[in-house]
């Protein structure tokens, strides 16, 4: 009987254990500078506005049409083409994105009118709209199930390339002119090789294969619960993305009116606020994997209130005090509100990520339109005294069911 058993354990052996899934950091690390340098090329259009206006005599309202054209084209396509390749992986599109991005940098320096604008504001728009949600999906392959790490990790890269950006303006671009847009097509040549040996490891690694696959979570939410979630959270996306916007576009012309500063001087003031918010974005995803995501999105909303309704109000010091922790409490939520989405829609990795970056390129497509009419209309002072009161849209988090993640360890 022995000497059977032992026959069969040497026929069968047991199978070996599948290691756990790790936190790939150079992966991680390579789609967060891959974010950084995309988001920075990204950030030279709205620093350039200042020149732009000027060049071509624009209004405050086609300025904002040319912020909506790029990001309206950004935020259409992205739901699409993660829905597309949630059904067939396509890895190589993320270098191929960066390759359409490249195109638009080159006819952005070139453009020689307002309609040219508007059409290298659509060639980048296309390339951002390949990147945002593939390079999600895999920060999430590489996490190792820390998924809120590598999302944060993922978007600070981006919110950093969003913070050099008018840093490269201000030194490249605003003193040498429009044509001096073109040297920012090293950082989507860097980009492109840096997204080469991540597609290889999305290829050929087994946590990738084994994250592609799909393994079904063990908790699913009802019908009704996520569709009120996803409306909670498209609510919020538009309070955040409304308010950041009134900064990243216009802030500069705010600090020019009000505090009587060069446009250098304003980007400057512009660079410290994204600064903020990649710092703040980095806290965001750790501390929603150890206490969920929805503490993280209550103290993102509510947390900043007062500091934005003391705003409009303050000198220039204060200005610059109140718009870095305003910076820093409302970056954190992203994160947060990313991977919230992907549990409570799962196996939907690519659909989700494409639905909350194009949320975040249309809303702020949209709101930068409206804010430049508006600023038109009743003058950029107003504008800021008018999203003061955005944040408070964040006690609609009341109706979000817990953390999906605390209601899978059973935590509620």
């Known amino acids: 009987m ?45 620093a350039i506005y200042p020149m732009l206006k000027s060049h071509y005599t624009l209004t405050f309202g086609q300025i904002g049409w040319l912020a909506m054209t790029y990001q309206f084209v950004a935020s259409l396509l992205q739901p699409w083409i993660g829905l597309y390749t949630d059904k067939h992986p396509k890895p190589w599109l993320l270098p191929m994105g960066m390759g359409v991005t490249l195109l638009g940098i080159f006819c952005l320096a070139l453009s020689g009118s307002y309609p040219m604008l508007l059409v290298s504001s659509v060639i980048i728009g296309i390339g951002s709209a390949t990147f945002h949600p593939e390079a999600s999906r895999v920060a999430r392959m590489a996490s190792g199930g820390r998924f809120g790490t590598a999302q944060s990790a993922f978007q600070v890269g981006g919110n950093t390339g969003s913070a050099i950006g008018p840093l490269v303006a201000s030194a490249v671009i605003l003193p040498f002119g429009q044509m001096a847009v073109g040297w920012v097509a090293f950082a989507a040549v860097a980009a492109i090789w840096v997204l080469f040996g991540v597609t290889r490891w999305r290829l050929h690694h087994p946590q990738a294969k084994a994250a592609a696959a799909g ?57 410290c606020f994204l600064a903020a918010i990649a710092a703040g974005t980095f806290a965001g995803g750790p501390v929603g994997d150890r206490i969920g995501r929805k503490a993280v999105i209550w103290v993102s909303f509510l947390g900043v209130a007062p500091f934005a309704l003391l705003l409009p109000h303050a000198n220039l010091f204060w200005t610059a005090v109140l718009a870095v922790t305003i910076g820093l409490i409302m970056s954190s939520a992203f994160a947060a509100l990313v991977v919230y989405a992907q549990e409570i829609v799962p196996g939907r990795v690519g659909l989700v990520s494409g639905l909350m970056f194009g949320l975040m390129f249309g809303i702020s497509g949209i709101g930068a339109a409206a804010l430049g009419n508006l600023a038109d209309i009743y003058g950029i002072t107003w504008v800021y005294q008018f999203c003061a009161y955005l944040p408070l849209l964040g006690l609609a988090t009341a109706l979000l069911p817990a953390s999906p993640e605390r209601r899978v360890k059973g935590g509620g």
């Open 215 to 271: 393994l079904a979570p063990a908790f699913r939410y009802g019908r009704t619960t996520v569709i009120r979630a996803l409306a909670v959270i498209g609510l919020l996306m538009f309070a955040k993305f409304i308010y950041i916007g009134a900064f990243t576009n216009y802030f500069t012309f705010y600090l020019i009116e009000r505090f009587d500063l060069t446009v250098q001087q304003s980007q400057l003031y512009l660079f």
């Open 2 to 46: 022995t000497l059977q058993t032992a026959s069969l354990a040497e026929t069968n052996p047991t199978p070996k254990a599948t290691p756990a899934p790790q936190f790939v950091v150079r992966i991680v690390g390579a789609v967060a500078l891959a974010h950084l340098l995309n988001d920075l090329i990204q950030a030279v259009l709205p």
